[in-house]
């Protein structure tokens, strides 16, 4: 139910996927944005969930590949999701670098860049069978998505 514990090489891989970008924006941050007003509750639920989701995808050796199963197929999802991830990133680097760029979708999905990511972890959840790693990212989810939400909705209103 809570999964086994050992070093999950696919965690890892998922984790690289996402701070690499991340990484990278912190010097390439839109113009005009800020961190500045953002509620603190989705704040706690955002860093708790940061943590929580972290910690699960490098502890739970049940995400790492094993026998090809139709259960496999929540991993697979989890993948794509991960490489439309690093799509929407290629396309905002790519881009003029405005908030609307930085909270824009990608094939339809609302605010990609926070989207994208936790749905994919919450796949990964639902293939290793981890109940620890769904909390973490209905946890994230709240924080991250909501914050992303609070912002474009200000930049719409500013519009």
Request: net charge positive; glycine share 6%; charged share 15%.
């Amino acid at each position: 139910m809570f999964g086994n514990f050992g070093f999950s090489y696919i965690g890892l891989l998922f984790l690289l996927m996402l701070f690499i970008p991340n990484i990278m924006w912190s010097k390439r941050t839109p113009q005009g944005y800020t961190a500045k007003n953002e509620n603190k509750i989705l704040l706690f639920f955002e860093r708790l969930g940061e943590i929580l989701t972290c910690c699960c995808a490098l502890v739970f050796s049940d995400f790492n590949i094993h026998k090809w199963t139709f259960w496999s197929l929540w991993l697979i999802v989890a993948f794509i999701l991960m490489i439309m991830y690093e799509a929407w990133w290629v396309r905002y680097f790519q881009s003029e670098r405005k908030l609307s760029d930085f909270y824009s979708s990608f094939l339809r999905i609302p605010l990609a860049g926070a989207t994208l990511p936790v749905i994919a972890f919450f796949m990964l959840g639902m293939y290793g069978k981890v109940v620890c790693m769904l909390i973490a990212t209905f946890i994230l989810g709240i924080g991250h998505i909501g914050i992303h939400m609070q912002h474009k909705k200000s930049i719409d209103i500013e519009n």
